[in-house]
């Protein structure tokens, strides 16, 4: 709080010695001067304010008598004791008229006036209010301060929005007035004087904040209030609650008994190899680490292979670690124990507890933080768990599937990912290819959104114009699987007609693609310059590949007629 250059320290001051004449004193401090006397361990000090009342006495007094009156006595305090309220304190309590200023050397180096001094403490404290006042509005957390007695003290913007609270409704009234006394953070701060930091708290049922706390202690260390700062992650917590027990359009509540790996739709050898891996893990309880891009379906994956495993009566659940605030996912993923964040007595079982005997699906695994990583390594090796806020060890058997969009391996390299946790995962790995990987199996996906998304919508299943396949066949999927079905229901909503043609596809995705018109006639010509078998038969290899089998946009993109292709093709012997 103390800035020199604010301070009001005097600095034009003399020393002289006892032996000075009375007239000698009151000609220097008339002049401006302050002056100091010294003698056997008594400083007295003589300001110019001192002038008219020197004057009062008789020209022959002795400095050694007004030295010995104690009233111009003062006593001295060091710069860096300014900053003991403890000693400024007891400067006051002497009722003194002046101090002098020492630096560490115990030099001398000005003296206050103590009307000064309280004038410069009331505008510093004044200052420090309009600071802090400034920063609890401006911060986007709510903030709340309470004295000892939980008495609210400071209310911001915030608070009021997050609450439904005006500050005039609670500022100067005890907190317990509007919340339950059990469940407030803030006050269990005050009593146990620990810190707080990025804790899950549900200050009202419908409320869900992250906090941050500190007790306020005075110079003596002794709690005279507390602040909090609170993070309001409720519509976090409720989309979360949402991707949890949502139901994915594409994936049935109840799959195929037979053969859930159906509902994955592609033949190729790039998804059939996922297959293959994913039907022998299923047999397993090991943990299976799912590879891929955002939107590639590893989800989907996870539920199948629960689907089929033998846990597939019991729950599937999810924890998305990328929009779960980092102080709340430990608590979502093993719970809390009763009293920990709430007047619960029971507490309340996390998502690893929920899915006990079942499948826990951790997405974006690489979020999770390094603590929190070694606390579910120590799940994986133990199969035991302690809910946050508790010590009772509690058993249980659910299989975990991770899935992550990142190389974990340099990730460990860079001691960003915990060794210990990245083996225990790794035992078996698959790697699901991205859309624009997978061109063969495009079609199949596309005419299974169709179908699902006409339900959805009450529509009839329209068909694909040739164009339109060849868009989505030639186009680059960045955004994979979810890209893809996202396009489909777009053009389903946009549809009114029995076919979906190049105007209901995103402009972006239509700018991409090529003029089939265009094309068709280069390659009219080329086919009929092209004389030979072999020719004739690499072209239309090359054109059914572009169109991922569509035999329509196929001979569109020829140039010829669709039965003319089937005969070609019936001749060449290519179907």
């Known amino acids: 709080m103390f800035i020199p250059e604010h301070f009001p320290l005097h600095t034009q001051i ?14 220097i401090i008339q002049k401006g001067t302050a002056v100091i006397v010294q003698q056997e361990g008594a400083v007295a000090l003589f300001t110019p304010e001192d002038a008219e009342l020197l004057k009062a006495f008789e020209a022959s007094t002795m400095l050694a008598h007004l030295v010995n009156m104690n009233y111009f006595n003062v006593p001295s305090c060091s710069l860096k004791e300014l900053h003991d309220l403890d000693h400024i304190q007891q400067l006051i309590r002497r009722e003194t008229r002046s101090f002098l200023c020492t630096n560490e050397q115990d030099t001398i180096l000005g003296y206050v006036p103590l009307g000064a001094y309280a004038a410069y403490v009331m505008n510093e404290g004044q200052k420090w209010y309009a600071y802090f006042a400034a920063l609890a509005d401006t911060v986007t957390d709510a903030v709340t301060v309470v004295d000892r007695d939980g008495a609210v003290i400071c209310w911001n913007p915030v608070a009021e929005e997050l609450y439904g609270l005006p500050r005039e409704d609670i500022v100067g009234k005890r907190i317990g007035e509007h919340f339950d006394v059990e469940t407030l953070m803030v006050l269990k701060m005050l009593d146990e004087g620990r810190l707080i930091r990025n804790t899950y708290h549900r200050p009202r049922p419908d409320t869900h904040v992250l906090i941050n706390a500190s007790p306020i202690k005075d110079a003596a260390g002794t709690i005279i209030g507390g602040i909090a700062t ?6 976090l917590v409720r989309l979360n609650e949402q991707l949890t027990t949502v139901e994915s359009v594409g ?7 037979d053969d859930p790996f159906a509902l994955i739709k592609g033949k190729g050898p790039a998804i059939g190899k996922v297959i293959q891996w994913a039907k022998k893990v299923a047999a397993t309880d090991t943990p299976v680490l799912l590879i891929g891009e955002s939107g590639v379906g590893k989800e989907q994956l996870a539920q199948i292979i629960h689907q089929s495993s033998s846990r597939s009566m019991q729950p599937f659940i999810t924890v998305h670690c990328g929009i779960v605030p980092a102080g709340i996912l430990e608590t979502e993923l093993f719970g809390y124990q009763g009293g920990a964040f709430s007047g619960n007595e029971s507490g309340q079982p996390g ?3 929920l899915a006990k005997e079942g499948t826990l699906f951790i997405n974006e695994i690489e979020k999770m933080s390094l603590e929190l990583q070694a606390k579910l390594y120590r799940y994986i090796t133990k199969q035991m768990l302690v809910r946050s806020g508790g010590n009772q060890p509690i058993s249980v058997k659910t299989r975990i599937i991770i899935a992550t969009t990142q190389d974990l391996a340099s990730k460990v390299a860079s001691h960003e990912f915990r060794t210990d946790l990245y083996y225990a995962l790794n035992v078996v790995s698959i790697r699901i290819p991205p859309l624009r990987e997978r061109n063969e199996d495009i079609p199949a996906m596309v005419h299974m959104y169709l179908k699902q998304f006409s339900m959805h919508y009450q529509k009839p299943a329209p068909g694909l114009s040739p164009e339109v396949i060849l868009a989505l066949s030639q186009y680059n999927w960045p955004g994979n699987i979810q890209e893809l079905k996202n396009i489909i229901e777009r053009c389903i909503i946009l549809n009114e007609d029995e076919m979906i ?15 089939l018109i265009q094309d068709a006639e280069s390659s009219s010509i080329q086919l009929k310059e092209k004389v030979t078998e072999v020719d004739e038969i690499t072209l239309i290899v090359e054109a059914l590949a572009k ?28 179907e």
Do not use: V
Not at 501 to 512: G, K, Y
């Open 230 to 235: 609170e993070q309001d992650i409720t519509q």
């Open 251 to 257: 994936l049935p509540n109840e799959a195929s008994q």
């Open 501 to 515: 043609t190049l105007e209901h596809l995103p402009p972006a995705l239509q700018e991409q693609q090529p003029s």
């Open 547 to 574: 169109t991922a089998g569509n035999k329509s946009a196929a001979a569109k993109l020829l140039g010829i007629s669709r039965g003319t292709l089937y005969n070609k093709m019936k001749e060449f012997e290519l």
């Open 14 to 27: 003399q020393t002289l010695p006892i032996e000075t004449t009375f007239t000698e004193l009151i000609s």
């Open 351 to 353: 998502k690893l507890e």
